[in-house]
């Protein structure tokens, strides 16, 4: 019997890791990947500051789903077939050890890396997968009655032939990028950016980067996105884990509204208008011969107390005891309900994800076979799926790529 031909498009963690575990769970079967740059596993390389945030540890697929504000539905299945814990063993059997940081992010114990793309690079070579690099594919013509393989035309003229073709392309930021899918059959939803930090230009609050707050409230106005959680003052705005949270979100609006936008921030998440001018009323009884700039009664770090105070027109020097009515209020309304208007977004460390993709109607989550073309496969970023950060866009990666996998090696 003639031996069957894998192509994998892409040389990024999803293209890796359905190519060497179809070669693992079927040797009979030939596999070449593909990469059109002159680099393989480069955002592995980059990720998680050269760190590499391979999963997180949550090991419940309820949980786990909610990370994703795109594919919810789509992960809840496939994560059944290769999940979390895969993941780890997947990894420590084959030598790379992983730990586990206080926020669940996972990484090699290495602090590198390069521990992960050694290890799929010595899988591809144990398995003897040959890699093709600077093949740009460009169109790819479904097998037909008269010819019965997939012909792949690549940038530079050649042409490959394969039985199965596994699609790992990553995202793009254009939609024109994704014709050579859509050409095959594919609907595509559009391609926007996730992951992102919002510019609050020309804002006073600027001059306290650095800052970080532990329980902030974010609501961006006029939708229902809100999030509580961490937030970092920057030198152009906010980001943190609440405002990435929310860029993620609600990526698809605030496409729609070309990043200009307003967003309400309290301070003191546990607390809301009233029973913060309540504390304070508390507070001007019991310090009352205090200074006022002296005594912060919320743990906000002392910078950004002062700035809430000068915003408010109150004198730092006055006692509690003195503090008018009018700007008591004023105080509270600042510390729970405080309006920014972004203009633009940031990119976080470099690090951002596509929201937008093959459309997941259009393939089985339980093969990630297209239901379009038989035999043609998607794996990864080119999905419609994306997650958070901490680990959730790799796991996604190392799940579709491998049940990509193992149904290629099953079918003779
Ligand atoms: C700076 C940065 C840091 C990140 N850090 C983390 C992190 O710590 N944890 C986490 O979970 N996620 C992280 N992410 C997201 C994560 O890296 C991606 O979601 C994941 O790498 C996607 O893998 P992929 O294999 O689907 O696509 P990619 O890694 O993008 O790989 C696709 C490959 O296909 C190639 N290709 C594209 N088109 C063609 C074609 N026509 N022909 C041939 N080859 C083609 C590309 O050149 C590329 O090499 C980070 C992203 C960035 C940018």
Redesign the pocket.
Known sequence: MQQKKLIV?????????CAVNAATQNPELKVTL????N??????K????G??????ACFSIAEMIKKYPRGEKFVKQSFHHFFTKNTIDWFESRQVKLKTESDG?IFPQSNSSESIIECLMREANTNRIEILMN????RIEKPLPTKDLFQLY?KDGSVLEADFVCI?????NKPE?YK?LADLGHSIETPIPSLFTFNVPKNPISELMGISVENVQVKINSTKFIQTGPILITHWGFSGPAVLKLSAFAARELAKMNYDFTITINWLADYHENSVLEKLKSIRHELASKKISNKNPFSLPQRLWEYHLTQCGIDAEIRWADLPAKQQNLLAKQLCAQLFQVKGKTTF?????TAGGINLNELNANTMESKIVPHLFF????LNV??I?????????WT??WIAAREIASLK
């Open positions: 498009i892409g040389g990024g963690a999803a293209g890796f890791f593909v990469e059109k740059s680099k393989l596993l480069s955002k592995v980059v990720s998680g500051g760190r590499c945030n391979v999963t997180h992010r093949r740009d594919i460009q690549s790992a392309s990553g995202g793009f990028h050579w460390k470099e690090e951002f994800v794996a990864g970023e080119i994306d997650g950060t901490g680990g959730f866009n790799f796991q996604h990666a579709s790529g």
